[in-house]
């Protein structure tokens, strides 16, 4: 076995042996896109100016005139359209004036905000800093990175451009290079996943494998124009970046993506539906029994306003999730997982090994007869925990909107590479679609059935050398798998009730996200043993790994 190679030393990346440097990852400090202040708050500022002159043209005109000729501006402006008013005075030269000072000064705000927004990509940290009166400083360990994102909002897109995220580990951690040309910002996002893979920069720059940064057009004007039929191409033909295999390995059908998210949305409004309309019964038919029609019509009318933009919310909800799942794709790459999805805002993530805590195979009832799944995941998102509650960041936890066994079983190949086959059995046959005969589960007693009266043959849980996995639920059927290498700990808890029945609970602690790790109703030598076995094989585990260093060691 080779010796470990070191982690890359913090400083610039040594040049080609042409003098030119190909990467961005050189220790110093870059400019963000010329336009990146226009797109973080400028467009939403022209668009409310718009506004405002066009509610109040005759003031911001007089107003403008009164400057700048106030011989002119004597009396009311007459009725009719200030516009007029102007041109007929021969004041068009001064109008034009004031808009063309005020264009000056909002282009000069830019270019001091772009000015003073740099970044820069060492052998050890990326870093951001932004800022003119209160001046802000943000840094990111690449030993700590948990992943890569590179979104591409629809206006964004349309210019070529994107935003490059890099999830840390820790709450509000995230480091955002907002907004690069998307070739740039393919490099850079390229170049952040290589150092912190460990891989030796110098090594990999001499060989050639460094993604290059494209080299600007030579005026600002040609750079634009680039960016545009860049991203205008990009918009009509998808996303289709250099570091993906030619392929994603799941295709999901737009059919069953759309019927997926239609059950859900129904399974919601039937839900909330009968409860609002037994109330609205009960209201109605107490009134018109007490003889008060006018009333009865009153609450109905009420409750017609109110359910039907409740409807209407829910099919924008659904729309909502079904274009942010359109265009999904995942595949392998050489730094890890690549998920992309969104129709018209494209979120493109790459996953480095060794960042997924947690994996969760889900499959709600009326999911059933089609065959249908999804898989999410726990990751570290380096948000805040209110943030982490937004649609969005949920999206980054879906690694499988939907999808049949065969997927599922693609998927789970990527998130688990290191998973034995030994483990596989236990993972589907015994754990997705168990119990079956021969079951390795340890599960609910059977004294303690009533706190899970449907699934308490069902839930349970196994333990192996590489994971720790949870069986629950029967009308929704899940199947947690807890990789012990990354395990943050677990605890046992017995209540009065359960101690009285000698049973106990066990809850597994791992990063914020979606898979739960809370048992109940076990016996109460299973709990023990849970944590022994547990406190055991994670040690062995967490030993031998280094996916979290995954190039380091390389030849």
């Not at 209110?386 to 190949?413: H, W, Y």
Request: glycine share 10%; proline share 6%.
């Amino acid at each position: 076995m080779s010796a470990p190679v070191p982690p890359p030393a913090p400083g610039p990346v040594p040049l080609l042996p042409d003098g030119g440097s190909s990467t961005l990852a050189d220790g110093e400090w870059h400019r963000m896109h010329p336009l990146t202040p226009l797109l973080k708050g400028g467009l939403v500022l022209i668009i409310v100016a718009g506004l405002i002159v066009s509610n109040m043209r005759d003031r911001v005109i007089g107003w403008l005139v009164g400057i700048f000729a106030p011989e002119e501006a004597v009396g009311d402006m007459p009725d009719g359209d200030p516009v007029d008013w102007v041109l007929a005075n021969n004041l068009a030269f001064v109008a034009l004036l004031g808009v063309l000072v005020v264009l000056i000064v909002v282009i000069v705000i830019f270019w001091v905000i772009w000015r003073f927004h740099q970044f820069r990509i060492t052998g050890s940290h990326v870093e951001v800093r932004k800022g003119i009166v209160f001046r802000s400083q943000r840094r990111a360990p690449l030993d700590r990175v948990q992943g890569v994102n590179l979104t591409r909002p629809f206006i964004a897109r349309l210019i070529g451009l994107a935003k490059v995220e890099v999830v840390g580990a820790g709450t509000d951690a995230n480091v955002e290079l907002e907004y690069l040309a998307t070739a740039k910002a393919e490099s850079v996002r390229a170049d952040i996943l290589r150092l912190a893979s460990g891989a030796r920069s110098a090594r990999l720059a001499a060989a050639g494998t460094a993604p290059a940064a494209t080299a600007a057009p030579g005026s600002m004007r040609q750079q634009f124009a680039s960016s545009v039929n860049s991203g205008v191409t990009d918009l009509i033909a998808g996303v289709d970046l250099a570091d993906v295999a030619p392929e994603s390995v799941v295709k999901i059908p737009t059919g069953r993506l759309v019927g997926s998210h239609v059950i859900n949305a129904i399974v919601w409004l039937v839900f909330f539906g009968l409860m609002f309309l037994a109330v609205m019964a009960t209201v109605v038919i107490s009134s018109l029994a007490d003889g008060e029609v006018l009333r009865g019509a009153v609450v109905l009318g009420i409750g017609l306003g109110v359910g039907i933009p409740l409807v209407i919310a829910a099919v924008g909800i659904a729309w909502a999730q079904i274009s942010r799942s359109l265009r999904y794709s995942i595949a392998p790459t050489e730094n890890g997982i690549r998920l992309t999805f969104g129709l018209l805002t494209t979120v493109t993530e790459t996953l480095p090994p060794g960042r997924i805590f947690a994996v969760e195979v889900v499959q709600p009832l009326l999911w059933r007869p089609f065959g249908w799944w999804s898989v999410r995941i726990n990751r570290m998102s380096g948000k805040s925990a209110s943030a982490q509650q937004s649609s969005t960041a949920q999206q980054f936890n879906i690694v499988l909107p939907v999808g049949k066994r065969a997927d599922v079983e693609r998927v789970l190949g990527l998130v688990l590479p290191d998973a034995p086959a030994s483990v596989i059995p236990l993972i589907w046959e015994h754990g997705v679609l168990g119990p079956v005969a021969g079951d390795p589960y340890r599960t609910t007693a059977r004294r303690a059935w009533w706190t899970h009266p449907f699934s308490w043959k069902r839930q349970g849980y196994a333990v192996s050398d590489f994971a720790l996995m949870l069986r629950r639920g029967v009308l929704w059927r899940k199947l947690a798998v807890f990789p012990l290498a990354r395990m943050q700990g677990i605890a046992v808890n017995q209540g009065p009730i359960a101690r009285a029945q000698r049973v106990g609970g066990a809850q597994v602690h791992s990063v914020t996200g979606p898979v739960s790790g809370r048992l109940s109703g076990l016996e109460r030598d299973d709990t023990m043993r849970l944590v022994d076995e547990v406190a055991q094989a994670a040690v062995t585990a967490a030993s031998r790994d280094t996916s979290h260093r995954w190039a380091e060691s390389a030849g």
